[in-house]
C-alpha cells in the first residue's frame, strides 16, 4: 500500500512558477514509477509527466514539454513537478500517480490555479 500527499499548488500569474511536490508512504517508493496528471473542471483527467523508478526516463505531455520538469528523490520518498512558464490552461487539480504493472495508487489532488 502506498500513500500519496501533494502539496505545493496555489494560485500564480499567468508566466510564474510553482513547484508541486508529492510525498509518499511505504518502503518500496523506489520500486514505483511516479506521475503526475490534471484534471481541469469539466474535462477527463489526461496525463502530464511522468518518471521511471530510478530518474533514468522521462516523459511530457506536449502541453507542457520544455516548461514543466519532473523529479525525484528516491531518499526522500517525494516526486516533484517544477512547473515555470504557466499560463491560464495549466489550471487544474495536479494529482500524483505511483504506478507499478496494474497496481496504480493516487493521491488527493493540489489545485492549481493560473490567472491570466
Known amino acids: 500500500q502506498v500513500q500519496l500527499v501533494e502539496s505545493g499548488g496555489g494560485l500564480v500569474q499567468a508566466g510564474g512558477s510553482l513547484r508541486l511536490s508529492c510525498a509518499a508512504s511505504?518502503?518500496?517508493?523506489?520500486?514505483?514509477?511516479m506521475g503526475w496528471f490534471r484534471q481541469a473542471p469539466g474535462k477527463e483527467r489526461e496525463f502530464v509527466s511522468t518518471?521511471?523508478?530510478?530518474?533514468?526516463?522521462?516523459y511530457y505531455a506536449d502541453s507542457v514539454k520544455g516548461r514543466f520538469t519532473i523529479s525525484r528523490d528516491n531518499a526522500k520518498n517525494t516526486v516533484y513537478l517544477q512547473m515555470n512558464s504557466l499560463k491560464p490552461e495549466d489550471t487544474a487539480v495536479y494529482y500524483c500517480?505511483?504506478?507499478?504493472?496494474?497496481?496504480?495508487?493516487w493521491g488527493q489532488g493540489t489545485q492549481v490555479t493560473v490567472s491570466s
Open positions: 511505504g518502503r518500496t517508493f523506489s520500486s514505483y514509477a
Open positions: 518518471i521511471s523508478w530510478n530518474g533514468g526516463s522521462t
Open positions: 500517480n505511483a504506478a507499478y504493472g496494474y497496481i496504480n495508487y
